[in-house]
């Protein structure tokens, strides 16, 4: 409901729709390390180019990456998904469970963040209040 909501005031509703095709889909390993240099678990993403026919017949390219928690991580060459382009500018396009991607990562950041900052200010009130207790 709320996703419906969003590509009417965006506007992607009224981008044309297409099938695309995955071009290209890699694996990339992302290498962590710890405030030491130590080698923690690595974590994967996916690099995939998507190609979608404009209605002038010409080929469009893009690029996106995804982490390896999105649905469409598991997408392989040649696999045809369902996209929007921008009939002005056709090498924009919309994909709706990109977007999906993207907001599910920042809410996890966002959450994440605001949970360290609870966690510091809780710290201080009990410094605070320890500190004036004696």
Known sequence: M?????????????WIQVDARIESSNLEEIK??????????SSWES?????????????????????EE???YQLIDGAIVTIRYNPTS????????LLRT?????FKLTLICVCLI????????LFIAGDRSR
């Open 32 to 41: 962590h390390y710890d405030r030491y240099g130590e080698p923690e678990p």
């Open 70 to 72: 999105s649905p469409i």
């Open 47 to 67: 690099d995939d180019e998507i190609v979608w026919t404009d209605k002038t017949g010409l080929e469009q390219r893009a690029d996106f990456r995804v982490p």
């Open 118 to 125: 609870g966690f510091f200010l809780l710290f201080i009130t």
């Open 90 to 97: 056709p090498e924009e396009f919309y994909y709706r469970e």
């Open 2 to 14: 709320l996703i419906e909501i969003w590509e009417r005031l965006r506007g992607y509703d009224k």
């Open 102 to 106: 993207r907001v599910h990562t920042a």
